[in-house]
């Protein structure tokens, strides 16, 4: 046996209550009471008016005040019959007991079920029309007649896994619900709890009338006021697979309006399921499991709301209930009204379980097409918010609205799209600190790689040598005319007799080259865009023409002849290009080359020394411009011609989608 079952065997024990007599009558009741609460042998119907019953077929029965046609239905206690009211002539039903129930307890019952039914006249109770006893002395109720069936013959579950039942119909089931809600509001109203509600005890009559029936458990909750019958201490009465705890523990201190609203949600789990409550083997067991009252984990199926109201309404606890049953046919009619939300996030869900079909668990590996997973992400967002729009608490919307920008914002970070993820980010409706840093961290990693690129772009910029050609070219020139002009001029004073130049004279003209050189670069280099190769070469250049200064300065201190001066300096030249060959460009070896040549010629021709001078360092440096020029002619020839068959079109990948 388990803890709750010997919790709830203590209880009964306190009461006096043999489990081993429990049993349930023809509709399922259970009642037992505690010992010394036998009714008394005195018959509660001696004192009621007679009625003479007779049976509609029969011609002795002229007399009768009421004609018995045939049997509708039998209850625990008695039966139903179609009967004539002859007075009236009208057709009214008739509740009498069962031979075998004939007795002051069961009379006491039927009585009740009289006056309580009689005191409430409500469109959803039947009306009572007369109460009497028959020539026997037994108790006759006599009500109005009801051409309908009982309400548990009439529906199937709303929600199954197969899916909802229509719209018109979860309003058509729920509407009849609310309208035993009304009869129970104004039975409240009037200090009477019912205790036993369940489909079989609600009749739908030809025409959508629903009657709230049997109340023949039913009891104030006032005490001894008014002449209704109360509550009884120790009595164990009621269906238990719709029973409230406090009627399975018979703690009439707690029964009130509350127990009808826990009945109430009782009976809208079965209309939602299809399955009573309270289900397990043998009365005890199901008994124990209304004392205990665990709350109902509902399928994925069920509108959350829907479950919510039902668990509500049946927590074991009766101040954690709906107040009353007004206010549960409230939270019915809300849940109505939210109908064409709940429709919108359905319509979000599917599509958002499509999205997720379509990405997949891998987001790396996802290979559908992107306009097809945008476009299902906008349709499911879009049906989401509606939805909001429309009932603002609608939870499975939120939830369906958070779990779809959650899977594109991973989407969007999967594809780089940081600007798109971040606005996501921003729209979740709730916040999602791991995915705040994960994006964080993503940004963190772009912005490294853009920095790495960045530095690896002005790495290959820097060490481009095509960068700057033309300045580079124009500045070439510069610096063989200059070299040029001043040879030629030391050259023509030297052959007017004017002058005999020596290393003094070259040192100086050493200085104005580099001079030149400097001022040259620093202008072009302010004026267009450098990189770090071109400055190297061209303070190569300044250092070399800085390093001929110091070795004809080493010439004129060794005594050296100044012919021989000026062809090691040529050299040195031309080693210095033969360097930057080797180190910036090949095209240099043309400037190189002059410059070897030139101190040749000054070797071998030394009296037309100034001559080779100007001709060669000229030659030299306008070799090099002229290389750079026809490089660059030839970079704007091949940007303007044609692209081959094939060539600059769009790939597959690069295609528009």
Known sequence: MSGAQETYLARLDTLGIDVTQLSLDHKGTVSATMPGEEPSGQRPSSHLPRLIVGRAEADADQGADLELEQALGQGGMGV??????????????????LDDRVGPEAEAQLLREALVTGAL?????????????????????????????????????????????SSREVEHQLGILMQVCQALEFAHAQGVVHRDIKPDNVMVGSFGEVYLLDWGIAASTRGGEGSLPSLQPGKLVGTPGYMAPEMAAADIENIDARTDVYLLGATLHELVTGRVRHVADGIFATLTLAFESPPITYPEWVPRELAEICNRATHREPQRRHASARALRDALAEFLRHGSSRQLAEEGRVRLEHLEELVGGDLRLVTADAIQIHALASEGRFAFERALDEWEANR?????????????????????????????????????????????????????RKREIARLEQVRFDADIDVFKGARRRLSYLHGAALGLAALALFGVRM?????????????????????????????????????????????????????????????????????????????????????????????????????????????????????IALGGFASFAVSAIVWREVEQGRHASQRRPASEGEGKPTFAESPK
């Open 496 to 612: 007017l007799g004017l002058h005999e130049p020596g290393y003094p004279d070259a040192i100086v003209v050493c200085l104005i080259l580099s001079v030149v050189v400097y001022l040259g670069r620093r202008r072009a280099m302010a004026r267009h865009r450098a990189n770090e190769v071109n400055r190297r070469l061209f303070d190569s250049i300044l250092v070399s023409v800085l390093f001929v200064a110091v070795l004809f300065a080493v010439g004129l201190w060794g005594g050296v002849p100044f012919p021989t001066g000026l062809a090691m300096g040529m050299v040195v030249a031309g080693a210095t290009c033969g360097i930057m060959v080797v180190f910036f460009d090949r095209r240099l070896l043309w400037t190189a080359l002059g410059f070897v040549a030139t101190g040749v010629m000054v070797v071998a021709m030394p009296e037309l020394r100034g001559l080779w």
């Open 80 to 97: 139903v019959w179609s009967a004539n009211q002859v007075a009236l002539r009208r057709r009214v039903a008739v509740k009498r007991l």
């Open 396 to 448: 499975d919307a939120r939830d369906g609205l958070q779990r779809l920008l959650e899977l594109m914002i991973r989407y969007e970070l999967s594809n780089g799209n940081l600007r798109s993820a971040t606005g996501l980010l921003g729209e979740l409706p709730w916040p999602r600190p791991e995915l705040e840093e994960e994006l964080r961290r993503a940004a963190e990693a772009k912005a490294q």
């Open 121 to 165: 006249e409500h469109p959803n109770i039947v009306p009572v029309h007369a109460l009497g006893c028959d020539d026997d002395g037994r108790p006759v109720l006599v009500m109005k007649r009801i051409e309908g069936r009982p309400w548990s013959e009439l529906f199937e579950p709303l929600y199954t896994e197969r899916g909802a039942a």
